[in-house]
């Protein structure tokens, strides 16, 4: 049983690997209309079953879309599958969920703070203005409410944009989905924390406007930094109780 397990599941590696090849070598973009599954069927020298299973694997990493009634297409090659992954194993577990929580704060840091130069240089004045505004609209809203977690993802995915890579503002969305959704689940936030994510935004929107890209650093290093702290307090409390 496990043999013959082990055998359809190379099989559909195998197939998954052709339709990849076909997708390259025809350098297909996504949206564009892939064979049918009969054509794949005899490109490949598969079964039916083969293709679809090999295609329902695909399409779980966003490489393939299945629209019924209509065909097959490359997908959207988004990063879908990664923030899964990702947020289920800060949800596993508390302790998990720690490490994970910490883990996202160091790669967020990361990518921003390692990215000061280009995005203080990159930000238009009409990118600083938008920055101020989502400032301005997470202080309309109490902090975890719809609008305010709304602003703040869209400023941090705004800090992204003007580099211009699309690897980098997909990660970055995919880490704050990841981040928003493990964090309340460690019951951290307080009203200090969220006068201090209101300060630490403004801080990071006026050091982007001032062009100084080590007071954007310090800015970024100063927001993350205290949401270090607690969850260092946090981890501590649920490991006393």
Known sequence: MAQARRGRSSLREK???????HMLTHRM???????????LCA??????????????SLAALDLVEVRHGHGTYVGGLGLSALAESMTFRGLLSPDDAFRAYADLVDVRELFERGNADGIVTALTPAHLDTLDGLVAEMARHPAGTDGFVAADRAFHALLAEPLGNDLISQLTQVLWDSYATVGPQLDMATLDDERQ???AHRAIADAARSGDAGAFAAAIGAHYAPVRGRVAAARSAAGRA
Do not use: C, F, H, N
Request: glycine residues 8%; charged residues 30%.
């Open 15 to 21: 197939v998954a690997d052709g339709i990849k090849r």
């Open 197 to 199: 994510t209101l300060a």
């Open 29 to 39: 973009r996504p949206g564009d209309p892939l064979p049918t599954e009969s054509e």
């Open 43 to 56: 490109a490949l020298g598969a079964s039916r079953s083969s293709v679809r299973e090999a295609v329902k």
